[in-house]
């Protein structure tokens, strides 16, 4: 039975990927020290195969001995977010770069390293992105995210999963991501005010995340040692398109276009997912479907008008 170690297994992510890995068999460590409070993992520890460490990954006395003795490693402990980050810049480099540094020097090639990074890190661009494109990091966060995959790749032993913008319910809930926070405001604001609408992102479903986890330690001989762009190719799609897929189910949503200022995140760019896609992984959930979820999910955490899901 293989070892799996988690960092930051108690968030958005990792909370998810936790309950697949532990339906599939997988012993898993989760190593949190639970910054916004969560108690995402709680319903896990029932779990004979479930053990929850809190720590924090820059207490190297506390890492390098679980790097040790753990099969596969996932660190997504990270300070996620352009704005996250900006305002904590020391823990950015700590816990994105400098964990993901330390974890490839104490692990071995017997041991398996999945590591997520970000389509934030190719920044803008009017060509259709691929795994060969350039990076263009507009952020500190993106940044940290490109030279932590570069530290795993350059290994010669790891996986890198550049993820779309994520969406969908979770046990540690994020209203801080685009088609999430869209929803919740359409839901309790009824308007939407959109800056530079015709900004296009890909978007990828929190499920089909950790299924992709779940595929690349299934398939580890044959996708070691490369980057892959892990999203929904039929979302491709601007700010406006997903406001008007929105409206769709919530039909008294009120969309307004402001075109004069800018949005303070000025990623732009069109994602190809053909190289995982090749591998013959699938998506399960459409962003029609996660759009739907949402909108029935809010019902349970709208009172509290955001204040517990956000990492802001």
Known sequence: MKKVLITGGAGYLGSVLTELLLSKGYKVTVLDNLMYKQTSVAPFTYHDNFKFILGDVRDEQTLKPLVKSHD???????IVGMPACKANPQATMDINLRQVQNIVAWSSKDQMIL??????Q????????????????????????????KAVLDSGNGIAMRLATVFGMSYRMRLDLLVNDFVYKAMTDGTLVLFESHFMRNYIHVRDIANTFLFMIENYDECNNNAFNVGLTEANCTKLELANTIQKYIPSLVVVENNFKQDF??????????????????????LERGIQELIEGYQLIIKNRNKDFTNL
Request: overall charge negative; some cysteine.
């Open 72 to 78: 596969i490693l996932i660190p997504l402990a990270a």
């Open 265 to 286: 995140d000025q990623r732009n760019y069109m994602v190809s997912n053909a190289k995982l896609e090749s591998k013959g992984w699938k998506p399960e959930f459409t």
């Open 115 to 120: 590591i997520p990074n970000t389509n934030s």
């Open 122 to 149: 190719y920044g803008s661009s009017t060509e259709i992105i691929t795994e060969e494109s350039p990076f263009n990091p507009l952020s500190l966060y993106a940044e940290t995210k490109c030279n932590a995959e």
